[in-house]
């Protein structure tokens, strides 16, 4: 079992640069891929960006490239998201989630992680 906890959300500027943090627990963070899911109020939940297991490839929604980064730090069994250039639009709860032996083809769906925070707002608002 793994028990993800996130932080960093809030309110935030259009144009801000908020970094939202993955506490994991429970299991080494190095045997998991991890993603960063959002969800708008009335809207399905999105993917927005996907690390492998290595740390040496990464993945990113069409709507979030060049803005957001994602990157882990194994050792202190963390994840984090980096955003820059925050619209309105990006306004959701953001969810941190895990999963072991994710498929490149699995990456995006939602359906295919087996651990998820609780997830924290970010409300992109002048």
């Known amino acids: 079992q793994v028990q993800l906890v996130e932080s960093g959300g809030g309110l935030v500027q259009p144009g801000g640069s908020p970094r939202l943090s993955c506490a994991a627990s429970?299991?080494?963070?190095?045997?998991?891929?991890v993603a960063w899911f959002r969800q708008a109020a009335g809207k399905e939940r999105e993917f927005v960006a996907a690390n492998r297991r290595s740390g040496d490839r990464a993945y990113y929604a069409d709507s979030v490239k060049g803005r957001f980064t994602i990157s882990r730090d194994n050792a202190k069994n963390m994840v984090f998201l980096d955003m820059n250039s925050l619209e309105p639009e990006d306004t959701a709860v953001y969810y941190c989630a895990a999963k072991s032996g994710l498929i490149l083809s699995s990456v995006p769906m939602a359906s295919a992680y087996d651990y998820w925070g609780q997830g924290t707002q970010v409300t992109v608002s002048s």
């Open positions: 429970g299991r080494t963070l190095r045997s998991y891929a």
